[in-house]
Each structure stands twice: as structure tokens, then as C-alpha cells.
């Protein structure tokens, strides 16, 4: 290819850095939300559960559309080795939440089969989150490589580390959905949500400590960045702050702050996701090719920067609005205020 | 017998995409519809509109539900099972497929969920900008997939590099040379589809007499739509099939069962095509007709599918017997048209139960006639993904095996015939039960959606309420 004028590199890391993380966050809440589902207590609850994120699942899930399909634009390589490697993680992922997303629909349209879409609907977003933790614990390990294709086998992304980090993203959902209903509802309801987040927030803070304890004892070039000298000071306020955040998440739990408990958990997310992101810098397929050698022509990448950089913030603009136009606790009796 | 993974990759997306485009069809024209009938009921008052609106919006929302899971699953098949194709093709086709997910996809599911549940927390005239903003969202959407499409059927506007696909020119790569044709002849065809599904619930309520105003309204207003766009989506079909004459002659030769070039070709209206023998079976022939449509004269040459070796010709039954499909609902849906006109000027069209009866068998034939002219096109390209330059056999990922891909076969197949059959039926019960009878005031938390979740599990459940 031609020499590229400019390199469109590093804004497209970020954009699809930014786009993956505003999945995590959205729609990590409401499938958080989906799995503690399953742990409500009566008819009411379950319905204030799902009215919390009923207006906005579809837009929260279409930020799964725009990470596959922007690892595509900008890192095709990428895109063509790692989705035939996740071939049944991503196969359940996407089974996982057609049921989960029909389930919204169908189960107050369907009155006789109500318990079978509330089971689906539960499931489904377990499932769902199960898998891309899956996906997650895969890319950490590296995928078998040859020329641009994937050369290994599609059961090869099930090992006892991506199992683990499958599991660790059940629990870190399920604290941002804690968060999240412990933010719209109130009353015995709120109780719950609290309660639940902080068998929730047990799970992640022991979570990430067997991931951090595993991940330099299976990745040698890990283990040498993060411990070498001077590495090791620069990143050091990375766990620093973790430790500081996850007492802050927990007395937020424990005392009777509203916003404290989601914007806590927010925070763990944006620093595990920043650790992950220092420790894979630069491969985009980890140990196999960079973000530069799996990029896209600067032609392509330069087209689609053009409208990226106009329509994500208008994109911004009306999705904000939309949460606003539904903000405020949401109430049993008449949907919302 | 060996497994196939390329066979079954092919099956695996040919089932999700022949059930996706099912949704579309639908909720493309539907959305449309919802943003007409808003814009009426906010003009006019008229509370018909009103509730025409709210009836149909509570079955969009089940629509664009199922449109919405079945349709995150195509991407993911691109790189699953395509990983060859998504290599080569990437520099060309993901900016288009992006920016249908920029334009598109964010645009209708932000403003959904205010066009569902926002009735009474937004003032009236932004419930008809979201409803404007989510039939815009669709129509983008069209645009930018068919856009896509056509590319691969009819690549323009790039350069190949070491067997890849690297872009020259946007506007030839996006305007390409069937697009155009292709997106009217698609989204003409989805209106037309929504069209013939409200002619039918609204025959249907007239039939049994309940909703007679709504069914009216639907009927009448519809079938000045359908007289327009039937005559008009044969005259695109027509372009559409001349435009593919020129640039993929292959697939007009396996849709017109033409084996040896001629001039002067007869039109086949029926045949049996024997690919074995080279010849067709059982024919049925009008002379000179089939050089004079593809050619505009009698005597115009047309290739036959002997001019291309035998691995370079496309399946030659499948588009055949598809087409005919095709082109017979179109005629049955004008003869349905043109009955319209007959009863409308007798002043029978609301009273006259064989026309009434009519329309509501002819519900489902739109959607017939899309997987078929969808199967058409499709069938017709192979056995190339881009057409003429990179084979289906290419494209597949190479490290799944038959196993793999069979296992998720059956996983994509038990799971669509839940969810498809499941939602078809709750659309059904929605019709049953009707538009809302009308009260003196529109209620905002009724009107904005009945199904409010919560509202309407109490009113179903009398021992939950206080």
C-alpha cells in the first residue's frame, strides 16, 4: 500500500477502546440487571426490575454491533483471526441474547408462558455474559496463528483461565446491575439490590485478584512488563487505586448513598479494562500482530473517520437524551413519572 | 459421509438471513406507516389515527424485537464463518456496513424507546419526531445493507492487491452499478409487503365486523398505496432484471432456464431444468418474448449458460423456479389492485366479501414473494461471494470443521423456530384483541403502549391489583 500521510492508528484504538468500554458499561448493567433477575423476590419486583432497562436494552446491545463491526473497519486481521477462534463462545453469546432480547416482548405478551420467558430471560443474560467472558480470558491467552488465519481448533478458547474470567464477568455484571437498581428503585427493592451487590462485589474483588495472581504466571511478556523496573512504579497506581476504589464501593453499599454503588462500580470496570489494555499494548491479536499490522488501508480507516467523528457525539447527544427522557426511580403503578 | 463446513456454512446463513430479512420486510414499511399515521393524528386530531398508531406500534415493538436479535447475529456470521471473505473484502465493505450501525442503528433504537414508552413524558410533537426519526433509521439501514450487497454482486471502484480488495473511489464503490436498482426494488418490496399485511387485518376486522372504523381506514388508505406502488415495483423489477442482464448474465440465463445462446430467445414460462443434460424438460415456450423483454427487440442475442465453463454457472433450478415465484405473486397482487379499483367505484370495497376474503389470504404474500426474489439473486451469483472474483469455496473460514459448524446449525435452527413461530403468534393475539376502544381523551400512560408492562399484567391479573 501507499505511504500513509497521517496515521489513523491511534484515533481508531481509541474510538473502538471507547465503543467496546460504553458496551461493557451499558449493556454490562442490563444484562447485570437480567441475571439478578433471577433472585427477585415477587410479581412486583421482577416487573420494576425489567421496566428499569426495558426502554433502553436495544440501544445498550447496538454498541455490541458497533465493536464487532468497528474491529472490522479499523482491524479487519484482527476481526477475521479472532471471531472464527471464539467460533462457540460468540455462538452462545449470540443464542444467549436472542432469548434474552425476545424475552422482554414476550413475556408480557405471552401471559401463559410467562415463567419460561422469565426463565429465558435470566439465563439468556447469564449466558450471554458467561460467553463474552469467555471471549475475554481467550484474547488474554492468545490465539494458534498461521499466515491470516486462525490455524487452531474452535474448542481451543475453553480453558481453566477463560472459564475463570467467564465467571469473573458474571459477578462484575451483576454488581453494575446492582448498581443500577440500587440508582432507580427505592424502598425494599433498593434493600435487595444492596444486598445482592455485596455478595456481588465479594465475588469481583476475589475475581480480580485470581485473575491478576494468573495472568503474569501465563503470560511471560505480562509478567516481564509489569513487574520490570521501572514499569512496575508507573503502573503501580493502577492497583493502588483499585484497592482505595473497592473500599469506597463497598461502605457506598453499606451506607445509603444512591449513585455511589453504580459510579463505584463503573470505576473497578475502567481500571481492570485500563490493566488489560497496558498489559496487551500494542497487539490487537495479543502476541501475534499490532494494531498497526492488523489495521485497515488509511483509505478506508480515513473514510469512515470522516462520519465517525461527526455522528458518534450526535449519536452521544440523542442516546443522552433518551436516558433523560427516562430518568428519575422507576415506579410500579404507572411505568414511570 | 464427510462433513461439509462450506456446505453448512452456506445452509447456516441462508437460514439466519432468510428469517432476518422476514423482519425487515416488515418493520421497514410498517415504520413508515406509524410515522404517516402519527404525522395525521398530530395534524388532523383525528383519533382513528390515534389509535391506528398505538395498535400498530405494539406489534412494530415485537417486530423490531426479533428484527433486532436475529439481525446482531449477521455481522458475527461475517467473522465466524466468513473470516476468508472478511480479510479480503474488509477495506472495501466494513466502512459501509459501520456506518449503516452509525446512521441506522443508534438512530431507531434510541428514538424506540421513546416512540414505546415515552408517549406521555415527551410533548406530542417529539413522540412524532422519534417516530419520524425510527422510520428514517430503517430506511438508512436499507440504504447502506443493500449498498453492500450490491457491491459484492457488482464490484466497482476498487483495486486487488495480493488477492485483497483495497478501496478507489467511495462514490463508485457505494453507488455501484445495481445498486440503485436494488434498493427500490427491495424497499418498494418491503411497502409492498407491510401494504398487504394491513389490507389483510383490516379486511379481517371488517369481515367479522369489530373495528370497522380502523379497518377502513386501513383499507382504503393502503389500497391508494398499493395502486401506485404494484404497477411500479413490476416496471422495477423489470430495470432491476435488465440492469442484471448487463453485468451478471449468468444469473438471467439460470433465471430464464437459457442453456444455448440465441437470438430471438423464446420466453420459458415453465420448464423442468436439467443441469446433467444441459437442456430443459417439459418446456413451455412463447416465442421471441424472452429476447424481447431482456433485449427490447425480437431478434436481440441472449447467452446461454453453455458459454461459462460448468464451475463458474450458478445452481440453474433454484433461481429458475424462484423467479417464477416471484413474478406470479406480482401478477397476483396487481390482479388484487386492479379488483380494488372495480369494487371501490362500485362502492362495494368495504361490503364485498369475496374481495375482503381476498385480501386477507393474500396477507402472507409479500413475504413469499421476498425470500424468493431474495433466493433469486442470491442463488443466481454463485458461485461467487464477489462476483467474478472470489469464490464462495475462497471465502469460508478455514479452521472450522463440518462438526463445528453443524453443531451451531442445529443451534441457530431449534432457537429461530421458538422465537419466530412464538412471535408471529403473539402479533396474532394483538390483532385478535384489536385497537383500543376509544375514549374521550387519549390516556398517555394507555396510549403511549397498552403493553406498559406493568398496566398491562394488572389489568390481565385482577388478584395483583392493590
Known sequence: ?337 | MELDPLFLSRLQFAWVVAWHILLPAFTIGLASYIAVLEALSFTTGRQVYFRLSTFWIRIFAISFGMGVVSGIVMPFQFGTNWSRFSDATANVLSPLLAYEGLTAFFLEAAFLGVLLFGRRLVPPWAHLVAALMVAGGTLFSAFWILSTNSWMQTPAGYEIIDGRFFPQDWLKIIFNPSFLYRLAHTVVAFYVTTGFVVIGVGAWYLLRDRFVEEGRSMLSMTLWLLTILVPLQIFLGDQHGLNSFQYQPAKIAAVEGRWDTVSAAPLTLFAIPDAKTESNRYAVEIPYLGSLILTHDVHGNVRGLKEWPADERPPVAIPFFAFRIMVGIGLLMLALVVASWWVRASRRLYSSRWFLRCCEFSMPLGFIAVIAGWTTTEVGRQPWTVYGLMRTADSVSPSLTGNDVLISLVGYGIVYLVIFPVGVALMARLVRSGPLAPGPEPDPVEGGRPGLPVSALRAAEPEALP
Open chain 1, 1 to 337: 500500500m501507499s505511504v500513509p500521510m497521517l496515521d489513523f492508528v491511534p484515533i481508531w484504538t481509541v474510538i473502538l477502546g471507547l465503543g467496546v468500554f460504553f458496551y461493557v458499561l451499558l449493556d454490562g448493567f442490563d444484562l447485570g440487571v437480567g441475571i439478578l433477575y433471577g433472585f427477585t423476590f415477587d410479581r412486583t419486583s421482577r416487573n420494576l426490575v425489567m421496566n428499569s432497562i426495558a426502554p433502553i436494552w436495544d440501544g445498550n446491545e447496538t454498541w455490541l454491533v458497533l465493536g464487532g463491526i468497528g474491529l472490522f473497519s479499523a482491524f479487519p486481521l484482527a476481526f477475521a483471526i479472532i471471531m472464527p477462534a471464539v467460533y462457540f463462545p460468540l455462538f452462545g453469546m449470540l443464542l444467549a441474547l436472542a432469548f434474552r432480547g425476545v424475552a422482554f416482548e414476550f413475556r408480557y405478551r405471552d401471559a401463559p408462558h410467562r415463567t419460561f420467558w422469565d426463565y429465558a430471560f435470566c439465563l439468556g443474560s447469564a449466558l450471554a455474559t458467561f460467553s463474552q467472558g469467555i471471549v475475554l480470558g481467550a484474547f488474554i491467552q492468545g490465539f494458534e496463528v498461521s499466515g491470516r488465519n486462525f490455524a487452531g481448533g474452535s474448542l481451543d478458547c475453553f480453558t481453566p483461565f477463560s472459564i475463570l474470567t467467564g465467571v469473573s464477568l458474571l459477578f462484575g455484571y451483576a454488581l453494575l446491575g446492582a448498581g443500577w437498581l440500587v440508582l432507580k428503585t427505592e424502598g425494599e427493592l433498593q434493600d435487595w439490590a444492596r444486598r445482592l451487590g455485596r455478595w456481588c462485589f465479594g465475588g469481583v474483588l476475589l475475581a480480580i485478584a485470581l485473575v491478576s495472581i494468573l495472568t503474569p504466571l501465563l503470560a511471560l511478556d505480562i509478567a516481564f512488563r509489569w513487574f520490570s523496573w521501572p514499569n512496575i512504579l508507573y503502573l503501580s497506581p493502577i492497583p493502588i487505586l483499585t484497592l482505595l476504589l473497592a473500599i469506597w464501593e463497598w461502605r457506598s453499599l453499606n451506607n445509603r448513598s444512591e449513585a455511589a454503588p453504580f459510579a463505584g462500580a463503573i470505576g473497578l470496570f475502567l481500571l481492570c479494562y485500563l490493566g488489560i489494555g497496558i498489559s496487551l499494548w500494542p497487539m490487537i491479536v495479543p502476541y501475534k500482530f499490532t494494531l498497526w499490522e492488523a489495521a485497515a488501508s488509511p483509505n478506508t480507516q480515513a473514510f469512515l473517520l470522516i462520519g465517525a467523528l461527526f455522528l458518534i457525539p450526535v449519536i452521544l447527544m440523542y442516546t443522552g437524551w433518551s436516558y433523560w427522557v427516562f430518568r428519575g426511580k422507576v415506579r410500579g403503578d404507572i411505568g414511570y413519572h
